[in-house]
């Protein structure tokens, strides 16, 4: 329970300073890993969490798609459709031959 009021509290300090990193050259995920760092059992020990935990990947799969919301935000449709090519290179052809690779 500790971990998952860790990570509210975290998200809504990011989401509080997120108008000073879009002022800096720091971004806000760079700040939520950077507490994770400080907060994590190298530095103040406050979560003990290891990566074999299931809430690591719940909390990570999270974490992906509210970066990927976030940027799509950002996107105007010229710029999808500018790059539209290149994403679907990557999503039909170098993906499933990275999966191939990683198989063999």
Partial sequence: MELLATFGVVLALAALL???AARTPLSTSLLVL???AVLGPGVLGVVDIHADNPIVSTLASIALVTVLFTDGQHLSVGQVRSTA???GRALLLAMPLTALGIAA
């Fill in 34 to 36: 950077v507490a994770g």
């Fill in 85 to 87: 090519r290149l994403a």
């Fill in 18 to 20: 997120s108008g000073l």
